[in-house]
């Protein structure tokens, strides 16, 4: 089920339980512009290639549309409408004045030199800098991209508006970059974890945790496990899968990856095949890399009493009713992994005021809004009787419902 199918589904779920208005039902679910440019740039031999790029700004009711940009090659519309509007609800869930957007370039990064990659950017910004800004769109760094792109974003856009840092957040500290934005994404599942845990009357120590995805968020979400005391017992990222029963030292195994680009020939673990790592023995299992792999093939084996959902859409909607059957617990990514976006508002805000905080002031505040966020969600399973995924989807949607129409839609 491709992600735009599965978010929709979710969506009209939590309509129906709101019981909202049907106008207003189709209403939120249509963007509120979606923007396509051609990006030509002159490649480093001198001949020239051509790349679209996008931009789904999806809801505007709360606040600013905020979302990432990714570099890679299948960025399709129907994927980038999706997590723009998955964005809408997750800005809703956390409580934060944002409303979603997304957007992306078709291309691979891989395959560009830096200046290639600068140049590209640039045109990008150039084509869309009348349609972001401080108070309308404020980008982010998504797969493919980092502080360096934004770093050029803001360049770019200072050139037509002045200088601007609050235009995008995940900058290079150097430029306005918030401290602890680095780690926020994966800071953030670890605090999401600790709620869940603690209803359940547990804590993070002497669990087994499986991880998989060992990019920006699979490694400060296992770090900072790792530190709490949790057993991390596999992790896999592109390069392969490993394994150690007894629990992979974490330390070793980030110098290891920062080494090898990877975490396959580390050595403190049994090598396993990428494909089972979702499958194997743990408490808890996170999924951090890719939208989509637990599905309806897999779900029956899943061993984890807990799935925490750092990805985008791991889970497909089919897997979600075999997981529930099997009381397997989903904290939904709209909620569990919305720390990132929760310190890119914090990076916004100190970047408004020209006031940066220190990084014990920023993972506080983090805690704080995870915590909330959590209960706020909790609320609204008991309110409507559903699961945490339901009560995360209502509770975004009713939010913005209700900015919707206190704003005036039928105007």
Not at 142 to 161: N, R, V
């Amino acid at each position: 089920m491709n992600a735009l199918v599965a978010t929709n589904r979710n969506f009209k779920l939590a309509a129906r339980l709101l019981g909202l208005d049907s106008k207003l039902e189709k209403s939120l679910l249509i963007p509120f512009r979606e923007i396509k440019v051609e990006c030509t740039i002159p490649k480093d031999d001198g001949t020239l290639a051509s790349f679209v790029g996008f931009r789904v700004q999806h809801d505007n009711a709360r606040g600013p549309m905020k979302g990432g940009i990714r570099y890679h090659p299948e960025v399709d519309p129907d994927e980038v409408n999706a997590l723009a509007q998955l964005m809408t609800w997750k800005t809703a869930v956390a409580n934060i004045p944002y409303g979603g957007a997304k957007g992306g370039i078709g291309c691979n990064p891989g395959d560009l030199s830096i200046s290639e990659l600068e140049r590209l950017t640039r045109v990008f910004t150039q084509k869309i800098h009348d349609l972001i800004g401080i108070h309308t769109d404020v980008p982010a760094p998504d797969m493919g991209t980092g502080p360096q792109t934004m770093a050029w974003i803001l360049d770019e856009y200072s050139k037509f508006h002045g200088y601007s840092p609050a235009v995008v957040t995940g900058k290079p500290t150097d430029l306005g970059g918030s401290l602890g934005r680095d780690a926020a994404t994966g800071r953030g599942v670890l605090f999401a974890t600790e709620a869940l845990l603690n209803d359940h009357g547990k804590t993070i120590c002497g669990q087994k945790f499986v991880i998989q995805g060992f990019g920006n968020v699979g490694s400060w979400a296992a770090q900072l496990i790792h530190e709490k005391g949790g057993k991390i017992v596999a992790v896999s990222d592109i390069t392969g899968a490993i394994m150690n029963s007894k629990g992979i030292d974490i330390p070793s195994l980030l110098k290891h990856v920062k080494e090898n680009k990877g975490v396959k020939g580390f050595h403190g673990g049994d090598s396993i095949d990428s494909k089972s790592i979702l499958v194997e023995d743990c408490d808890i299992l996170i999924p951090a890399a890719l939208g989509g792999v637990i599905n309806r093939e897999n779900a029956n084996e899943i061993k984890a009493k807990f799935i925490i959902e750092a990805a985008n859409h791991p889970t497909d909607p089919e897997a979600d009713e075999i997981l529930s059957k099997k009381g397997v617990v989903i904290l939904p990514d709209i909620y569990a992994n919305s720390g990132g976006v929760t310190v890119s508002y914090f990076e916004w805000v100190q970047n408004i005021q020209g006031f940066m905080w220190d990084e014990e002031k920023v993972n506080n505040e983090l805690k704080t809004y995870m915590n909330k966020g959590f209960k706020d969600v909790k609320e609204m399973c008991k309110t409507h009787n559903c699961d945490l995924r339901m009560g995360a989807f209502t509770l975004g949607v009713n939010r913005v419902a209700r900015a919707t129409v206190l704003r005036g839609w039928e105007a």
